[in-house]
């Protein structure tokens, strides 16, 4: 149970900042947002909220922003059509509805001959008297169709309509929302742990190991290596590392007191490589500082993003495997594993892979972020948008073969942990 709280803690906060961003930007542009979902499929629980309705869905697959202007999102009042509406003080038209058998109080009744329900907004027809009127339509007008509502989209107010750099905004600020959750992660682990310096101080010795036999002791902070100034414990590390059975000289400090030692490291094998090694543990020391604190998030996100970058990067060089992907089930599987370490582990796991989803969100591949992004791009440098009907298709197709990719990735991490 711990497991699955964690997993649906960590990947849920991590899908909600994602959408959140795509969320926050469409408002802010002038975009009517229709539905802002956790998970994807059958809905689970709706709460409906101003012009959005909020939800959250069975599978446990991403989750979506859905705004005015997508293709199932238009509505037409096709010509002969007999609809009942609701006016305002303004005799503006404030419902339409659909289904004919309807009958609320006040309600007049129009055989449509025309409509406009995106630009203009007005609506045109003949009455119960066979009279032509035309009615304007208040921007806020709902339509009901079996008994669900859909709030009218004017194209001021619909994806389409907005500038390319309003629209690449709001597809970037998802990915851009991740790294800033990963940030705030940072942040809040250093305030609560300190900042590690990295310092290369000796945390412990190994009994009867060849630190031990030159003498190092715990709390020695080592400053030179064969008169090479050290800073950062991985340099200890390296140096160690590549000498194999080769005397070093290691300058350290002890209490405030400068000392020269000699160590020779042993020649293991690990993982087909033979590295050295004297016998030492290692704990960073930490500092409390709220500006360092601040600093780490930022620095600590930036470090994982190149890492990641470099991963992909030798991913793409080396050839690819499925096995380097995991999908909902590695994830969770992940995650259950760190869950042993504390909650420390899981907040640095989270931000981690808030990481992760904002870079491959990025990559310009076909229906995801990265892909939108890059037929603005094409827009912008054309002077004009390439054709929907095409690019819908596009993202069609990648949808599809994301979809089976998943589907691979799945059975593949489900065959790795349960077979």
């Known amino acids: 149970m711990q497991s699955i709280i964690a997993f ?13 961003g795509h969320f926050i930007f469409a408002k802010r542009s002038g975009i009517l947002v229709r539905e802002f979902a956790i998970g994807m499929g ?4 709706g709460i409906n909220k101003g012009e959005t309705l909020y939800t959250i869905r069975l599978l446990p697959l991403g989750g979506y922003v859905r705004m005015a202007g997508d293709d199932a999102d238009v509505v037409e009042l096709q010509p002969g059509y007999r609809i009942g509406m609701l006016l305002n003080n303004q005799n503006e038209v404030t419902k339409i509805v659909l289904n004919q058998n309807k009958q609320l109080p006040d309600m007049l009744f129009l055989e449509v001959e025309k409509a406009d329900l995106q630009k203009d907004l007005w609506i045109e027809g003949y009455d119960e008297d066979e009279k032509l009127v035309r009615y304007s339509i208040a ?38 929302f991740n790294f800033i959750l990963s940030i705030i992660v940072f942040i809040v682990i250093a305030f609560m742990t300190g900042v590690p ?59 405030g007191d400068s000392d020269t030692v000699k160590v020779t490291p042993t020649k293991k094998k690990i993982d087909g490589q033979t590295i050295g090694q004297i016998g030492v543990q290692y704990q960073s020391p930490v500092e409390k500082s709220p500006l360092k604190a601040i600093s780490f998030g930022f620095t600590e996100t930036y470090n994982w993003i190149i890492k990641i970058f470099t991963i992909l990067g030798a991913l793409i060089t080396g050839g690819f495997t499925i096995d380097a992907l995991s999908g909902p089930v590695g994830i969770y599987k992940a995650t259950e594993e760190v869950a042993k370490y504390g909650v ?6 989270a931000a981690v892979l808030s990481i992760n989803l904002g870079i491959m969100n990025l990559l310009p591949l076909p229906a995801l972020d990265g892909g939108r992004l890059l037929f603005f791009g094409f827009e912008a440098v054309r002077g004009k948008p390439v054709d929907r009907q095409k690019e819908g298709m596009v993202h069609f197709v990648g949808i599809v073969l994301l979809m089976l990719l998943m589907i691979a990735v799945t059975w593949n991490d489900i065959q790795r942990f349960f077979f």
């Open 8 to 20: 649906i803690v960590v990947f849920g906060s991590i899908v909600f900042f994602h959408e959140l």
């Open 42 to 45: 059958p809905k689970i629980l």
């Open 139 to 176: 921007r806020n007008a709902v339509i009901e169709e079996n008994g669900s509502e859909l709030i009218i989209a004017p194209y001021d107010r619909q994806f389409n309509s907005k500038s390319v750099g309003k629209r690449a905004m709001t597809i970037f600020a998802g990915p851009l």
């Open 197 to 255: 310096t990295y310092e290369p101080v000796i945390a412990g010795v190994v009994k009867d190991s060849p630190a031990s036999t030159a003498g190092l002791a715990k709390g020695d902070l080592v400053t030179a290596i064969n008169g090479k100034s050290i800073e950062t414990w991985q340099e200890l590390s390296d140096a160690i590392q590549k000498n194999p059975e080769k005397e070093l000289t290691l300058n350290i400090n002890r209490d």
């Open 344 to 349: 420390i582990n899981i907040m640095n796991w």
